[in-house]
């Protein structure tokens, strides 16, 4: 599983962007998206994702569940 | 630390030329340094915003803090408050539009970078447009505007762009207060809430604020006036930012018309009236100067505060633009405005004299439609908004302004257009305009306000004690009754309730 940000919630504020430790959140045609193969739900990285944490909008940026879970590698 | 502006309050110094107080200040109330800086920029100077114009480019929509009375989700064209924009640019494109806006406004001093996120929360954003605009266009004076969370932490980059002047919003410095206004902060890499959020927005903004002015960097904090939550306690962070080296206090009014989508504005908190806003502001004057004239602009204004332009400068737009960016024939425009200026301040003071010896303890207030220049020169029926005075024998005090457009003009007929005009300057004895027409003159006089004519495209202040004058003689001879106004109606949008 990936996080995703639900487009008809963003804002394009972009205060995820600086914020993803992966690089994994652009832009696309005026709102946000996160690039699934990037994303590791910030493990490793931080406490809580960093895109949730951020979004001023509640519930707009996601767990993805049609995606496999992520797995940090040993 | 700086020189901090010595300010005893108003109506203590009649007859001697002064500019009364709050931002009507002029040189003779503050250090001359500090004059010297904020002389020409429209935001800082109630009298320089009558002749120069600012800009705002929308560079940095990102934030790290949420606020009960923001949202800047929706844009509509005739909307002008914080955090609304109708689109975001990059700093070249930031760069492109100020040489293009420059080059058409001459008076155009000033350029901000206010959001709609934080400038500060956008770092590399903000100062990356700071170093183009510093390389093309070295004359323009910046500023930014910020929540202060960051604010500690770039305050040598501040230093670094020779940003001379930073507006800090800070609506409290009591973290129980702080709770009922920010929902979270973003700290640390996590969303903080609470009490504990706005404990650490307090202390970074107040630590910002000292690391600033022990720099030499004017200060000015910026306070939403929220009834209930925050009004008394705006008087302690009066206090508290005077004394950390602020030099000018600008308290707004809370904009919470429910179509804006704010939390406020959609659990119904409402916003302060006309009377309850002058009345902390007053009571806030004695410790520090007070800024009246803030338009809450949005975060893409242009030109002078009160007439927006920037709708004539949408990207599409500046891309064409040929940009001849020519600072000669812009110091030539400025050294008019400058005598335009000086001619204003020597008619008002030459009025002024003319007043000593009356000894009246009544004040009144009066409305004035202008478009500039410190002159009635707008017609009634043009104006969107009108500047408000108040008079005293000791002169002409300027304490606010009244907007009457409406966001969504649809649907309104001229009558209930006059109805809102009168809502909004029902506290004043007369208006002042360049022309009004036979009709509006006799409703506004059965709502009890003068409309006055006689003084058409003459000097505000001036015009304004010599009416206050024939006022008192008025009275003295029996001729008019001097009658106590009521409360006036701070325009929230189109469906404020009505209840004077």
């Keep these: 599983?990936?996080?995703?940000?639900?487009?008809?919630?963003?804002?394009?504020?972009?205060?995820?962007?600086?914020?993803?430790?992966?690089?994994?959140?652009?832009?696309?045609?005026?709102?946000?998206?996160?690039?699934?193969?990037?994303?590791?739900?910030?493990?490793?990285?931080?406490?809580?994702?960093?895109?949730?944490?951020?979004?001023?909008?509640?519930?707009?940026?996601?767990?993805?569940?049609?995606?496999?879970?992520y797995q940090p590698s040993a | 630390m700086q020189k901090m502006a010595e300010h005893k309050g108003c109506g203590t110094s009649g007859g001697s030329g002064k500019a009364s107080c709050g931002t009507g200040a002029g040189e003779n109330d503050m250090p001359t340094e500090i004059w010297e800086k904020v002389k020409n920029h429209p935001c800082y100077s109630e009298e320089a915003h009558h002749h120069y114009a600012r800009m705002h480019v929308a560079v940095a929509p990102a934030c790290n803090i949420q606020c009960n009375y923001c949202n800047r989700k929706y844009d509509c064209a005739n909307e002008s408050r914080p955090g609304v924009v109708s689109e975001k640019l990059s700093p070249e494109q930031a760069a492109k539009k100020v040489l293009a806006v420059a080059s058409a406004i001459p008076q155009m001093t000033v350029l901000g970078i206010a959001g709609p996120g934080d400038p500060l929360a956008n770092p590399g954003k903000t100062f990356k447009t700071f170093e183009l605009i510093s390389e093309a266009a070295p004359d323009i004076k910046l500023c930014l505007s910020t929540n202060g969370l960051s604010l500690p932490d770039h305050v040598e980059t501040i230093k670094k762009f020779n940003v001379d002047h930073v507006t800090i919003t800070i609506n409290m410095t009591d973290p129980d207060i702080g709770a009922e206004i920010y929902p979270?902060?973003?700290?640390?890499?996590?969303?903080?809430?609470?009490?504990?959020?706005?404990?650490?927005?307090?202390?970074?903004?107040?630590?910002?604020?000292?690391?600033?002015?022990?720099?030499?960097?004017?200060?000015?904090?910026?306070?939403?006036?929220?009834?209930?939550?925050?009004?008394?306690?705006?008087?302690?962070?009066?206090?508290?930012?005077?004394?950390?080296?602020?030099?000018?206090?600008?308290?707004?009014?809370l904009i919470s018309s429910p179509e804006h989508g704010t939390?406020?504005?959609l659990n119904g908190q409402r916003g302060p009236s006309a009377q309850e806003l002058k009345a902390l502001q007053d009571s806030c004057e004695g410790e520090m100067n007070m800024m009246r004239h803030c338009r809450q602009c949005r975060a893409d204004a242009v030109g002078l505060l009160g007439e927006d332009r920037s709708a004539e400068f949408t990207t599409d737009k500046i891309m064409?633009?040929?940009?001849?960016?020519?600072?000669?024939?812009?110091?030539?425009?400025?050294?008019?405005?400058?005598?335009?200026?000086?001619?204003?301040?020597?008619?008002?003071?030459?009025?002024?004299?003319?007043?000593?010896?009356?000894?009246?303890?009544?004040?009144?207030?009066?409305?004035?439609?202008?478009?500039?220049?410190?002159?009635?020169n707008e017609h009634f029926g043009h104006a969107d908004e009108f500047q408000i005075y108040e008079l005293s024998s000791n002169g002409a005090k300027f304490v606010g302004h009244r907007r009457v457009d409406l966001y969504c003009q649809g649907g309104y007929g001229e009558e209930e257009a006059l109805e809102t005009v009168i809502r909004a300057i029902n506290d004043c004895t007369a208006v002042f305009v360049?022309?009004?027409?036979?009709?509006?003159?006799?409703?506004?006089?059965?709502?009890?306000?003068?409309?006055?004519?006689?003084?058409?495209?003459?000097?505000?202040?001036?015009?304004?004690?010599?009416?206050?004058?024939?006022?008192?003689?008025?009275?003295?001879?029996?001729?008019?009754?001097?009658?106590?106004?009521?409360?006036?109606?701070?325009?929230?949008?189109a469906f404020v309730s009505v209840d004077a």
Excluded at chain 1, 17 to 45: L, M, Q, R
Excluded at chain 2, 450 to 470: G, L, T
């Design chain 2, 320 to 376: 064409e633009m040929e940009v001849n960016y020519d600072l000669s024939s812009r110091q030539a425009y400025q050294e008019k405005v400058e005598e335009e200026r000086q001619a204003k301040v020597a008619a008002r003071n030459a009025e002024l004299e003319t007043l000593a010896g009356e000894n009246a303890d009544l004040k009144i207030l009066v409305a004035v439609a202008t478009k500039g220049s410190g002159r009635i």
């Design chain 1, 1 to 69: 599983m990936t996080y995703k940000i639900v487009a008809s919630q963003c804002t394009s504020c972009s205060a995820c962007e600086a914020e993803c430790p992966n690089v994994a959140i652009s832009e696309k045609n005026g709102t946000f998206v996160i690039n699934p193969k990037k994303c590791t739900e910030c493990i490793g990285y931080f406490d809580i994702p960093q895109c949730v944490a951020v979004c001023p909008v509640d519930d707009t940026c996601v767990i993805d569940n049609s995606l496999p879970r």
């Design chain 2, 184 to 253: 979270w902060v973003f700290w640390k890499h996590k969303r903080v809430t609470g009490k504990e959020a706005a404990k650490i927005l307090t202390d970074r903004q107040l630590q910002g604020l000292e690391m600033l002015t022990a720099n030499g960097i004017l200060c000015k904090v910026n306070s939403v006036m929220i009834p209930g939550i925050n009004d008394d306690h705006l008087v302690t962070v009066n206090r508290e930012v005077k004394s950390r080296g602020a030099f000018l206090h600008n308290i707004m009014p």
């Design chain 2, 434 to 493: 360049a022309k009004i027409g036979h009709c509006p003159k006799e409703d506004l006089a059965k709502a009890g306000i003068e409309a006055v004519d006689q003084y058409a495209y003459e000097f505000i202040e001036q015009s304004a004690i010599s009416y206050f004058k024939d006022y008192l003689a008025k009275i003295r001879s029996g001729e008019i009754t001097h009658v106590t106004r009521g409360d006036a109606t701070i325009r929230q949008g």
């Design chain 2, 263 to 265: 939390v406020f504005g």
